[in-house]
């Protein structure tokens, strides 16, 4: 069992940055991909950025150029640098752990953007 816990969601003004983080616990397999997806309103959830145990990233196109994921195997920790926020970026962010076979979710954290 894996438990996925973020952080650092809140309200910020378009222009502005944040900082999501999430930690992971329990059973993790080493062979993982740890990622962050989003939800808005009324809206399917869908891919912010992922990032390989080694490092590869993949990011969704409205995350390219602004948002940058990294993580920290020795923690099990996965971060999302968040810049230029606009209010489109409103939504619930989700934390997600990937390995063969299994995929694990956090709470989400809210993040809101205004204009």
């Known amino acids: 069992q894996v438990q996925l816990v973020e952080s650092g969601g809140g309200l910020v003004q378009a222009g502005g940055s944040l900082r999501l983080s999430c930690a992971a616990s329990?059973?993790?397999?080493?062979?993982?991909?740890m990622g962050w997806y989003r939800q808005a309103p009324g809206k399917q959830r869908e891919l912010v950025a992922h990032?390989?145990?080694?490092?590869?990233?993949n990011y969704g196109d409205s995350a390219k150029g602004r948002f940058t994921i990294s993580r920290d195997n020795a923690k099990n920790e996965v971060y999302l640098q968040m810049n230029s926020l606009k209010p489109e970026d409103t939504a619930v962010y989700y934390c997600?752990?990937?390995?063969?076979?299994?995929?694990?979710w956090g709470q989400g954290t809210q993040v809101t953007v205004s204009s």
């Open positions: 997600n752990l990937r390995t063969p076979g299994n995929t694990d």
């Open positions: 329990g059973s993790i397999f080493s062979i993982n991909t």
């Open positions: 990032i390989t145990q080694g490092g590869s990233t």
